[in-house]
């Protein structure tokens, strides 16, 4: 009797996902492609425009192939959702801006192809980002110096309001979103390497420990920092949102409970003494609280989002087919408002359930590394992603005060696109494990 | 890394948790406070819906054109947009008037309020296509309306009452259809007048808009002995029965009132009629208070007269004449017209057709068709056909005498015409607080021609601020003139 040689058949793998990583990304980035195509096409067909006019969809189409084959290239165990939900929002976004300000869509499309190069580019750098975490100064310091800069040359592209950019000729920038980038490194850098400290060098007052000054004291610059854009620069945003990004990255660093209510009572404190000194503050307040009797004044743009947004009701108007011009600066501010509007309550869920997913990626990342200082960038960059997303979604629905920050990778602008790229860029480096 | 896995796990989940929150409240907005955010006055896209709308067209019953909606130009969200041309001022309140700015939309009277979900296409939709259109953001254009108006004879009327205050209604008998319904003042929106806003016109003490055809209340005075003579009637009292002092004259507070014609010594019941002289019907109504209780109500003077898809005004008489002090003076006044009883031309329009008819009630139309869009046939409404009789054929009969001798022997000789058998009364009531005798009253004229066609044409006519029951009776005569001419 001999024994049968015929090899067994191969078990099934249970364990074997039926799709790589980049099969995955390439399924969903085809995805993506497929609902910025329609969102175009069906813009072209409501404006009767020439199918020329959907180059902007080819420079996306171009920079998310790009974008894969390098990343594929450079970081092949990535995680694969990241890249295409910002290629997802970004191209909606494009598709927003050439609906609701055609003139700005260009630049727009200009900062995508930067963006995805800086965003390639910062994975092209060594992996190991001990170059960000060991110069941590130098990204303070230098985002101090742009701020100063700001203060001292600042101007605004439309001629009036808040001076918040730099510019050379006719481009400008904004550096408090590098800032925020620098914010974001050097705290993961210090915390990584102090947080420890924080927690036991400190004294005790009562039933309270509290770390010692000399480790409290960057942080508490960085806290100061947040009340010179509030007073000088009149940026409600981007002071609430520096000092969320503060709170919440010493909160993950060192678990404390304390910083969280401390930081939230002096943001309650430095919140009360801003509401009787700047009328940007009182008035933001008051329209949130009330905006009905103010409807033709001040909150016209509050009140007009949530015409928009009831306009909309579930299924949308569909792309060119709402009202949302009506609400002044809605390609930027707004923009959440006018996806309510044209795509309806589908689609603000969508784009709340990418921005969520995008945050809930890049924590989870965090707590997949070893290394602290990685962990607390993955968290930082999660973090402020989700509450600028926040402040804005919030902001627009009368959930909250209003703000003036961007809806990230949607809303027009240049140096928030860059900065994002530039953040989902290290994200990206991060989740890579070899 | 404990620590930090702890302390991001709950930072996560406060992330995810103001995620939902956002949501939830996406939800409330965008779902249940919807409705409450659309219907804001501020919402300029409802204004920008509505000037989407190809509103329906209004023709007159020979098919010319008296409103329409044409393009103009686009919104600032780049919609075309269409606004309302009454090419007919004339008739604008009849028509009514629609106007749509970014301080809202106004449909004020008229045809445009009273057919207004026809004119929008409202009530041609299923529920079914207007999902559809809704969700495909189909054009929608709404249905046509075609009046029972004549726009000649509408023209001729504006022209007779011009440059005065006042209203004419022309009704066809035995049909009810309107002929013509004219309001003065009134607005006309092609000329200069017309860059009056919304509530510039809504707040002009002319009341341009107001139409007193339909909605103005007036004192009757003389024009009330139609109804007493009625009653008069109904209680057996003849046509000749002599009256003692016919011409005396009747003192109202500080005004006295007079025959509007002057009469000889002695008089029968059919020529103070016929001179609109007050004393006989002052005392008929001490003598005949229930007969002209009765006859004040079977006219239909204390209910809105009924026309067909309209909202109508009524006078009042807030107490019955019974109620009140049975004296010579008290009710005096009130059978002469300048007590309680107020009433609307409407009204009084549906008491002479009521005559003309024989007796029987004439149910009133002012739209008999409409028409979907796109297309070429009109669909016809259902029209009241009820014709109950009011008084009886015999008593319509002598009211018709003794109407035909006010034309021919009495204050509306004036109405009378060639080739033409004119049957009218006219008379002027006391009305106003100033105490110009020439200005604070009105002059009534209420008559009925028979016109060639085999139909008869019943008119009123008030004349406001003028106490010149001639100037009626000539108006009236022009109209009735006009619609003998135009039935041929």
Known sequence: MTLDSTPAPALYDFDEPLLSDAARERLLLGLAGLFVTVSYLALLLVRGDSPFAAWPLIVWIGCAVSGHIALEKRLPGRDPFIFPIVMLLCGWGIALIDRLNPPFMPRQALWLIVSIAAMIGITRLPRHLRWLSRYRYLWLFGGLALLMATIAFGRNPAGVGPRLWLGIGEVYFQPSELLKMALIAFLASYLADNRDLLDTHGFQIGRLRLPALRYLGPLLVMWSISAIILVWQRDLGMATLYFAIFLAMLYVATGRSLYVVGGLVLLLIGGSIAYFGFDVVRERVTIWLNPWPYSNGDSYQVVQSLIGIANGSVFGQGIGQGSPTYIPVVHSDFVFAAIGEEWGLLGTLVVIGCLAILAQRAMRLAIGQADPFRALLAAGIGITLAIQSLLIMGGTIKLIPLTGVTLPFMSYGGSSLLVNFIMVGFLIVVSDPR | ?488
């Open chain 2, 1 to 488: 890394m404990m620590g930090m896995t702890r302390s991001t796990n709950r930072l996560t989940a406060g992330v995810l948790i103001a995620f939902l929150a956002v949501a939830v409240s996406l939800t409330y907005w965008s779902v249940f406070a919807a409705d409450g955010l659309l219907g804001r006055a501020d919402n300029p896209r409802a204004v920008e819906f509505e000037q989407m709308l190809r509103r329906g067209a209004m023709y007159d019953r020979a098919g010319k054109l008296l409103a329409q909606t044409v393009d103009a130009g686009r919104s600032a969200s780049g919609k075309q947009l269409a606004r309302r041309v009454y090419p007919e001022p004339s008739t604008l309140t009849v028509t009514g008037y629609y106007s749509l700015t970014q301080g809202g939309k106004l449909v004020h009277g008229g045809v445009e309020e009273a057919f207004d979900a026809t004119l929008r296409g409202d009530d041609t939709l299923t529920p079914g296509e207007r999902i559809g259109d809704d969700l495909l953001h189909t054009p929608r254009a709404g249905n046509d309306v075609r009046l029972t108006l004549d726009l000649s004879l509408q023209n001729a009327a504006a022209g007779a009452l011009r440059p005065y205050s006042g209203a004419i209604i022309a009704v066809d008998i035995p049909t009810g259809a309107i002929r013509a319904m004219v309001s003065a003042p009134s607005y006309d929106p092609n000329t200069g007048e017309g860059n009056l806003s919304a509530a510039q016109l809504l707040a002009d003490p002319s009341a341009l808009l107001f139409n007193r055809a339909i909605q103005g209340v007036y004192q009757p005075g003389g024009a009330l002995e139609t109804v007493v003579l009625s009653a008069l009637l109904t209680d057996r009292v003849t046509l000749d029965s002599p009256l003692p002092i016919p011409t005396a004259p009747l003192q109202i507070g500080k005004f006295i009132l007079d025959c509007a014609t002057a009469l000889p010594g002695t008089a029968t019941l059919q020529l103070a009629y016929a001179d609109a002289c007050p004393a006989a019907f002052a005392s008929a109504a001490y003598d005949h208070r229930d007969s002209l209780q009765a006859a004040i109500e079977a006219f239909g003077l204390l209910k809105p007269p009924s026309l067909a898809h309209f909202k109508t005004q009524t006078g009042s008489l807030p107490l019955p004449l019974n109620a009140l002090p049975a004296t010579h003076d008290e009710l005096g006044v009130q059978g002469v017209g300048q007590g309680l009883l107020t009433v609307t031309p409407l009204q009084m329009v549906a008491v002479v057709a009521a005559i003309a008819n024989h007796g029987n009630a004439v149910p009133m139309t002012l739209v008999d068709a409409t028409r979907a869009p796109g297309m070429t046939t009109w669909q016809p409404i259902s029209q009241p056909a009820d014709q109950p009789a009011i008084i009886s054929s015999t008593i319509a009969s002598s009211l018709r005498l003794a109407l035909r001798a006010a034309v021919t022997d009495g204050a509306a000789h004036i109405a009378d015409q060639p080739d033409m058998t004119v049957y009218g009364h006219a008379s002027y009531a006391l009305s106003g607080l100033g105490s110009d005798p020439r200005t604070n009253g009105l002059s009534w004229f209420i008559g009925f021609v028979d016109t060639p066609n085999g139909s008869t044409t019943a008119i009123v006519v008030v004349v406001e601020n003028t106490r010149n029951p001639t100037l009626a009776a000539q108006i009236g005569g022009t109209v009735l003139y006009a619609a003998s001419r135009m039935a041929k």
